[in-house]
T-cell receptor, first 113, second 115 residues
Framework: AQSVAQPEDQVNVAEGNPLTVKCTYS??????LFWYVQYPNRGLQFLLK??????LVKGSYGFEAEFNKSQTSFHLKKPSALVSDSALYFC???????????FGRGTSLIVHP | DTGVSQNPRHKITKRGQNVTFRCDPI?????LYWYRQTLGQGPEFLTY????????KSRLLSDRFSAERPKGSFSTLEIQRTEQGDSAMYLC?????????????FGDGTRLSIL
């Protein structure tokens, strides 16, 4: 069975500082990994994905994520946080054997001015 | 690309009533998914369609829930005899066909409140 863990319910960071939102996963076979962002009363918006290739994936709004196979992790990063990045972030995982992604519980990112 | 559209945005109903939600996916997407999201949780898979065929249903989808996608375009999710525990945000998403490697595009959801 697939599973995704986001160990932090909330991450606080000052504007201009780098941010990291953590995600670990468990899937059978090669993983397909995704990050989504959700603003209040809105649906999820796709940020980036890892399918294969380079371990560092670049996505929308300056976000990137690092795939680490040995640690089964896919942490979301941004070099310099903005107040407008404050939102709920979800990590999701699937594999070639399943078209249905499993989502983590989400991490609330709060960027302080 | 007009995005995924869900209607209504909010639904308030009394326990025991039936409710129906509609989802209009991105037109070229042949996969459509329904999820339920409660506070503090990520989306939980309910069911998915490839074109008009319902290919998978979660054990979360009790007999009171039914979903259709009659012409492979829009979809409806019906909940019969609603219960307090059905209160949640119901999200619809669509994607291109692919072996699980396609990102999903979500609508803004229908928030259901059971009185």
């Amino acid at each position: 069975a697939q599973s995704v863990a986001q160990p932090e319910d909330q991450v606080n960071v000052a504007e201009g500082n780098p941010l990291t939102v953590k995600c670990t996963y468990s899937v059978s076979g090669n993983p397909y990994l995704f990050w989504y962002v959700q603003y209040p009363n809105r649906g999820l918006q796709f940020l980036l994905k890892y399918i294969t290739g380079d371990n560092l994936v670049k996505g929308s709004y300056g976000f990137e994520a690092e795939f680490n196979k040995s640690q089964t992790s896919f942490h979301l990063k941004k070099p310099s946080a903005l107040v407008s990045d404050s939102a709920l972030y979800f990590c999701a995982a699937s594999s070639g054997g399943s078209y249905i992604p499993t989502f983590g519980r989400g991490t609330s990112l709060i960027v302080h001015p | 690309d007009t995005g995924v559209s869900q209607n209504p945005r909010h639904k308030i109903t009394k326990r025991g009533q039936n409710v129906t939600f509609r989802c209009d996916p991105i037109s070229e997407h042949n996969r459509l998914y329904w999820y339920r999201q409660t506070l503090g949780q990520g989306p939980e898979f309910l069911t998915y369609f490839q074109n008009e065929a319902q290919l998978e249903k979660s054990r979360l989808l009790s007999d009171r829930f039914s979903a259709e996608r009659p012409k492979g375009s829009f979809s409806t999710l019906e909940i019969q005899r609603t219960e307090q525990g059905d209160s949640a945000m119901y999200l619809c998403a669509s994607s291109l066909e692919g072996g699980g490697n396609q990102p999903q595009h979500f609508g803004d959801g229908t928030r259901l409140s059971i009185l």
